[in-house]
């Protein structure tokens, strides 16, 4: 099913990319957009039927996004895949209680020079 709507997605997507690269440019940025009278579709025709189909496109595309994103969400965790390690059969390892602390062992005692050093 995702893969479905996914596919309309992307027809979605390029279709929409086209109708809008059709349309006439308002400022002239990149020097196209229709000249004259020799469009294959003039005036104000060709302005209602791009800007239409452009709605059309948009709006589908709309829907299709949420649906991808609601089938994304609702999506179960595979059961059977090469990654997740095997479900163990036997019972877990009891837990061991903390050890009680050690008492500190007494600070060594410096060692005594027997005889005194000499000046």
Not at 27 to 43: E, P
Not at 85 to 91: L, T
Request: aromatic content about 4%.
């Amino acid at each position: 099913m995702t893969t479905v709507v996914l596919v309309i997605h992307l027809m979605l997507a390029a279709a929409l990319i086209g109708v809008i690269l059709l349309q006439k440019s308002e400022g002239g940025a990149l020097g196209m957009g229709g000249g004259g009278m020799s469009g294959f579709m003039t005036g104000r025709s060709t302005a209602n039927l791009l800007t239409r189909t452009t709605a059309i496109l948009a709006a589908a595309f709309f829907l299709t996004s949420l649906t991808l994103a609601y089938l994304a969400g609702n999506r179960q965790p595979a059961t059977d895949t090469l990654l997740a390690p095997p479900p163990s059969q036997s019972a877990p390892a009891p837990v061991a209680p903390p050890a009680s602390p050690a008492q500190p062992a007494a600070p060594a005692q410096p060692s005594v020079p027997s005889a005194p050093l000499a000046k």
